[in-house]
């Protein structure tokens, strides 16, 4: 079976100002990697703050194109001028979903957009409801403005619009990153049931090990713009071979009870 994604010496740099006004210099955010992302198998990227997840996630979804290398969706190369099947096939939930919803348009609008941009058929009046009540929202809540809703409500809405024009991959960039610890958990459960029921293939960028291991079936650990280990995530996890994932686990807290 063709893989979903696949890289191939995929390598990605920034000119960024370096230690004097005039002078630029060069930091390869992605180096030489070569990933494969089975059909099917939900991933995990997780590494250190810098290790190049963000930046492998516009590589995949054609945002940016490599300097070196081919990113390949279904077999097929993809870059920003010819992005194939991709956009069709991939929604995205960005960073900090909830701010990234505009702030002008009734949320029922911004649900409803893809549908209409994608030029996907059937009711979409219809689908937007069915989308709000999926994720937990009443859906005469359509006509109000992101302004009227909390932040996790405003996380279950950029959720129901990523998932709008039923994509068959769903790549989301630290989406619960930006709400309290009770929210996160009734999201996480939230979109392991959405990508469960509708098949949706989900590939996770996360700081947090727990919801990665959660929601997805293998993991990717990035280091320095490097895959430094890759397999499923309960294997990797209990048996890591890499000093960053190593690194990774020894920096989660347990809870301690002074006293
Ligand atoms: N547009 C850009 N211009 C210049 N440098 C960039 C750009 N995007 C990323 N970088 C650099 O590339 C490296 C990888 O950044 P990236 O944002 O992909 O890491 P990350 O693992 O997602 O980090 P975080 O977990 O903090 O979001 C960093 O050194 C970053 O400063």
């Known amino acids: 079976m063709t893989a979903t994604f696949a890289l191939e010496g995929?390598?990605?740099?920034?000119?960024?100002?370096?230690?004097?006004?005039?002078?630029?210099?060069?930091?390869?955010?992605?180096?030489?990697?070569?990933?494969?992302?089975?059909?099917?198998r939900d991933l995990a990227i997780v590494g250190a703050s810098g290790s190049g997840k963000s930046t492998l996630l516009r590589l995949l979804l054609a945002l940016e194109a490599p300097d070196a290398g081919t990113v390949r969706f279904r077999g097929e190369a993809v870059s920003p001028r010819s992005p194939g099947a991709l956009r069709r096939s991939v929604g995205v939930v960005p960073q900090d979903p909830g701010s990234s919803l505009d702030p002008r348009l009734p949320v029922g609008a911004s649900v409803r957009e893809p549908l209409e941009c994608l030029g996907v058929?059937?009711?979409?009046?219809?689908?937007?409801?069915?989308?709000?009540?999926?994720?937990?929202?009443?859906?005469?809540?359509?006509?109000?403005?992101?302004?009227?809703?909390?932040?996790?409500?405003?996380?279950?809405?950029?959720?129901?619009?990523?998932?709008?024009?039923?994509?068959?991959?769903?790549?989301?960039?630290e989406?619960?990153?930006a709400v309290d610890p009770t929210t996160r958990r009734r999201l996480v459960a939230l979109v392991?049931?959405?990508?469960?029921?509708?098949?949706?293939?989900?590939?996770?960028?996360?700081?947090?090990?727990?919801?990665?291991?959660?929601?997805?079936?293998?993991?990717?650990?990035?280091?320095?713009?490097?895959?430094?280990?890759?397999?499923?995530?309960?294997?990797?996890?209990?048996?890591?071979?890499?000093?960053?994932?190593?690194?990774?686990?020894?920096?989660?807290?347990?809870?301690?009870v002074m006293g």
């Open 10 to 40: 995929v390598t990605r740099r920034y000119s960024v100002p370096g230690d004097r006004p005039w002078r630029r210099v060069t930091r390869t955010a992605i180096n030489r990697i070569d990933l494969e992302v089975p059909a099917g």
């Open 121 to 173: 058929g059937g009711d979409h009046g219809a689908r937007v409801a069915q989308l709000l009540d999926a994720v937990g929202l009443d859906p005469a809540v359509a006509k109000r403005r992101p302004a009227a809703f909390s932040g996790g409500e405003r996380q279950r809405i950029a959720l129901a619009r990523a998932l709008a024009p039923r994509p068959d991959v769903l790549i989301a960039d």
């Open 175 to 177: 989406p619960f990153s």
């Open 192 to 256: 392991g049931d959405l990508v469960r029921a509708s098949g949706t293939q989900l590939l996770l960028v996360s700081h947090d090990l727990g919801i990665a291991s959660r929601l997805c079936a293998d993991v990717a650990v990035l280091d320095a713009g490097r895959v430094v280990e890759t397999g499923p995530i309960a294997a990797v996890f209990a048996h890591p071979s890499a000093e960053a994932t190593r690194a990774l686990l020894d920096a989660v807290l347990p809870v301690e």
